[in-house]
């Protein structure tokens, strides 16, 4: 079952702007992860944030992190075609550090140029 | 090769037969895992190898599908009398430690069942 839902399921924007992707999660975590997927295959992994932190940042990447809302956002600065992608955000099943992800169902990101 | 690998990367096959999907990962990654995408379903947990414990096998949809995982390193996934609604990516990824549980994964296996 699907843990994580991400709105919005898709997003379309102009290079040059800012692409925020939110997800909600049901049960308590020890960290929540955002993975990249380009058509449909591999996903790479993009950032971790674990339960006791707020924010994180990875070069134009900005990940926050409510836990009393069981939230998390993405957000991509000055978006680039090559951005087109597919986002997830990802927990290990309820409080476990290790084992299986549960995945939202993801945000399609497209960016023109 | 310094990532995850999965062969063959597309596979076609008729149902009922059997297939085997293969998952070679990072070297020394003490986890590995498989999983399903499909257009509805989205990305699904199907097993999990770690070290030499028991896996975690609570995601196989069905007896059909089976892994194993030989010396701690390669694993094959089986999907026996495949059906029509078997078709999707499988995707296999590995990571070093379980703690925190950042994975690496593979670029996937497309299998479709004609």
């Known amino acids: 079952s699907q843990q994580g839902e991400e709105d919005p399921q898709a997003l379309s924007i102009q290079e040059g702007e800012n692409a925020t992707m939110n997800c909600s999660y049901k049960?308590?975590?020890?960290?929540l992860q955002w993975y990249r997927q380009n058509s449909g295959r591999g996903l790479v992994h993009l950032i971790l944030?674990?339960?006791?932190?707020r924010e994180k940042h990875s070069g134009r990447l900005r990940v926050t992190l409510d836990t009393s809302k069981k939230s998390s956002s993405l957000l991509i600065t000055a978006s680039r075609a090559a951005d087109t992608a597919s986002y997830f955000c990802a927990t290990p099943q309820h409080d476990n550090q290790g084992g299986k992800l549960i995945f939202g169902q993801g945000t399609e990101l497209s960016v023109k140029p | 090769g310094a990532g995850v690998s999965q062969s063959p990367s597309n596979k076609v096959t008729e149902k009922g037969k059997d297939v085997e999907l293969r998952c070679d990962p990072i070297s020394g990654h003490t986890a590995l895992y498989w999983y399903r995408q499909s257009l509805g379903q989205g990305l699904e947990f199907l097993i999990y190898f770690q070290g030499n414990s028991a896996p975690d096998k609570s995601g196989l949809p069905s007896d059909r599908f089976s892994a194993e995982r030989t010396g701690g390193s390669v694993s094959t996934l089986t999907i026996q009398r495949t059906q029509q609604e078997d078709s999707a990516v499988y995707l296999c990824?590995?990571?070093?430690?379980?703690?925190?549980?950042?994975?690496?994964f593979g670029p996937g296996t497309r299998l479709t069942v004609l």
């Open positions: 049960t308590s975590i020890n960290n």
């Open positions: 990824a590995s990571s070093l430690v379980v703690l925190y549980n950042e994975q690496f």
């Open positions: 944030i674990r339960s006791n932190e």
